[in-house]
């Protein structure tokens, strides 16, 4: 009878609940925002001296935007009675119509960007300081384990004996449509490595912490739960998870000052967007001003001005320095592995575990179990970062 009444009670929040999960299931961004022609319109800039805009394209979009938008605000949410609960299913819904708005704005010029600044925001001044010093820092020497070497094929080998420490099925994809070398699609619950690429021993080592050590350890701790929320994504997550990936990189040893020093240029990438800067002068930023390499610098470029102006970039850096300072203060990271999650809803996802409407990560990021970084400069940049 207890849990009847349990059930009756919670009703609202399940109906709800699936009824959004039907909704954004199609919902993932970057399936949409990764141009289909990178290496296309890569040949073509440097072939004009990096003078000539990209002129990237994008897949087409599979879904009504309207009628998919008048579905989301067709939820009764005065019918879950919990205050605390019914305000993050209306945060939930505000952050999914953003998303809509983002992917039916792709490449579309600003229209993109400003629905990009309503979902992810801008560098603040203070973002852009701590960019700056850690550019300062003078570069430290590279060793053997930076020299690209392994094959695409090599990679899933390796991602494949990598995971052998989880307790969950591997399922790796190839595509030339990537912006990066590696990603995990939360909706295939799926790996995708980029084609026609080389990997470093660094490289792998970081995207395994990164890629499966964490993003796939949300990925299938997120399908644990009564509630869907968990799986298809809180509001605004994306600094939350990749401050858990990064620091995962951090924890395992595989961080870097070179990487460290490329989320730094992502911050002013990002920050060139406000500023007004057009593809090349990004470019030039970067490239010329900077002396990044030329195909790094690309990369940074094509991820920032992507379908018109995407702000995500600049989150990893302020999502690892809120990882770096909660990890520090002796706090549980095992709730922010519990799905795809925020963390400024950890309050909210510890009371929906007290009511039974959530569970306990059954998955914990191998690499937290010990710190193996060995740079000291690293601590003191993330100590010393605002």
């Not at 002129?55 to 009504?64: H, T």
């Not at 300062?136 to 930076?146: K, R, Y």
């Not at 569970?359 to 937290?368: H, L, R, V």
């Amino acid at each position: 009878m207890m849990i009847d009444q349990e059930v009756e009670r919670y009703a609202a929040i399940f109906d709800i609940d699936s009824n959004l999960d039907r909704l954004v299931r199609r919902l993932e961004l970057l399936a949409y925002v990764n141009p289909t022609n990178i290496e296309h319109e890569k040949k073509r800039f440097f072939a004009s001296k990096y003078t000539e805009e990209p002129k990237f394209k994008y897949s087409k979009i599979n879904f009504d935007p309207y009628k998919l938008q008048r579905l989301f605000f067709s939820q009764r949410l005065e019918r879950i009675e919990d205050e605390e609960i019914r305000k993050l299913y209306e945060d939930i819904i505000y952050y999914y119509s953003g998303m809509v708005e983002c992917i039916c704005t792709i490449g579309k010029g600003n229209r993109f960007y400003y629905n990009s600044l309503r979902s992810y925001g801008t560098p603040t001044q203070r973002d852009v300081e701590n960019a700056r010093f850690i550019l300062h820092f003078p570069d430290q020497a590279l060793g053997d384990d930076m020299e690209k070497r392994y094959t695409p094929e090599d990679a899933r080998a390796y991602f494949e004996e990598y995971s052998k420490r989880y307790d969950f099925p591997l399922n790796i994809k190839f595509s030339n449509k990537l912006s990066a070398e590696a990603m995990v699609s939360n909706n295939q619950r799926a790996l995708i490595i980029k084609r026609n690429v080389k990997f470093s021993d660094n490289q792998l080592l970081t995207l395994a912490n990164h890629e499966v050590g964490v993003h796939l350890v949300t990925t299938y701790n997120g399908l644990e739960h009564p509630l869907k929320i968990f799986s298809n994504g809180f509001p605004k997550n994306v600094e939350t998870q990749e401050g858990l990936a990064v620091f995962s990189e951090y924890m395992s040893g595989a961080l870097t000052l070179k990487r460290l020093k490329e989320l730094a240029y992502r911050v002013l990438a990002v920050d060139s967007l406000l500023k007004g800067y057009s593809f090349a002068d990004t470019f030039d930023l970067i490239h010329n001003q900077y002396k990044l390499d030329r195909h790094e610098a690309f990369t940074i470029t094509l991820r920032v001005h992507r379908g018109g102006g995407f702000t995500k970039d600049h989150l990893y850096l302020t999502g690892l320095k809120k990882i770096y300072d909660y990890y520090k203060a002796g706090k549980d990271l095992n709730i922010l592995l519990t799905g795809k999650v925020t963390i400024e809803y950890k309050d909210t996802i510890e009371k929906l575990q007290q009511i039974g409407l959530a569970n306990k990560a059954k998955f914990y990021a191998d690499s937290y179990e010990n710190c193996d970084n060995v740079n000291p400069s690293l601590d003191f940049i993330l100590t010393n970062l605002k």
